[in-house]
């Protein structure tokens, strides 16, 4: 029975597990109609989620301030959208190994694994933001969302050890689960910023070994982010045809290793390209 590749317990069960939720280029970008009235940038971008969300990326000490992380998909999406409006300031929430269960009940499990986060708070990540736009009403958008990696990872890799069998049969319900988090959270955010335009990233697969075998999991995972996505007028930035193209099995993992360290140095955080290219599937669905 095939098994994934896990020689490091991959950040995405230390920073992933501890730290996930993940990516994007050169590929089309759907998005759900938005409820956003305009898609103007506003006073403030509120960024939420995981490791992806701060900007994580393996080999800097534990001591880095945050201010170390500045090449994520967060800060060149901002970059780009201070062309339009350039007082615009970013708030960024995001905590490695945040999963859809800790970013409302607080808890987030890799606080420990960078010195500080970006924007400092107490307790939950969704209180916090909520608290956020409570606070600033009317003056928030775009509002992004990285969550998945952290509900998914530890199934795959603690309960089914990386096999894939146990993964295809494990993957409906954890699926089915995760939908239902994902979108109660979307609709809270939905339900404080009415008028913002918020943009959730999709899911992809970051185990070179296993795209063919374990395609029809990520997609279940990608459609179900879509549909939480769509039932709050948000916009979904779509990974897999960024990481996980159509085309040869060859192209794919060169694409992997191009834009992730998974074959660098066993992480499958995304590269300074790699979050490049989330923040293009960010701006296309942004449009």
């Keep these: 029975m095939p098994r994934l590749h896990t020689t490091r317990r991959p950040v995405f069960v230390t920073v992933l597990l501890l730290g996930l939720a993940l990516a994007g280029v050169l590929a089309l970008t759907a998005s759900a109609t938005s409820g956003a009235k305009q898609a ?23 001591t880095a301030p945050p201010s170390s992380f500045d090449t994520g998909y967060v800060d060149v999406f901002a970059a780009r959208l201070r062309k339009l409006s350039p007082s615009l300031r970013v708030v960024n929430y995001g905590c490695p ?6 970013f409302v009940a ?18 939950a990540q969704l209180d916090a933001a909520l608290s956020f736009l409570r606070a600033h009403p009317r003056d928030v958008s775009p509002i992004t969302v ?17 096999e894939v069998a146990c993964a295809r049969k494990q993957a409906p319900s954890e699926t089915k689960a995760f939908a239902s988090r994902l979108t109660a959270i979307l609709r809270r955010i939905r339900a404080a910023a009415p008028g913002a335009e918020i943009i959730v990233t999709g899911a992809w697969n970051p185990d070179p070994r296993y795209l063919r075998q374990l395609a029809p999991v990520y997609q279940s ?6 549909r939480a996505a769509t039932g709050s007028q948000a916009k979904i930035a779509r990974m897999l045809p960024v990481l996980n ?9 060169a694409r ?16 300074d390209a790699g979050y490049r290219a989330i923040a293009d599937a960010v701006m296309r669905a942004s449009r």
């Design 146 to 162: 990285t969550l998945w990696g952290n509900d998914w990872l530890p199934v795959l890799l603690g309960t089914c050890h990386g």
């Design 40 to 62: 103007t940038p506003r006073g403030y971008y509120l960024a939420l989620g995981d490791s992806i969300a701060y900007g994580f990326q393996p080999g800097m000490p534990q």
């Design 97 to 102: 190994g945040e999963s859809t269960r800790t």
């Design 221 to 226: 995972f990608e459609a179900a982010i879509a």
């Design 256 to 271: 992997l290793c191009k834009f992730t360290f998974i074959c660098s140095k066993g992480d499958p955080h995304p590269t």
């Design 106 to 123: 607080g808890g987030c499990g890799g606080r420990g694994d960078v010195k500080v986060l970006h924007d400092a708070y107490k307790g």
């Design 245 to 253: 193209p159509a085309g040869s099995l060859q192209a794919q993992r």
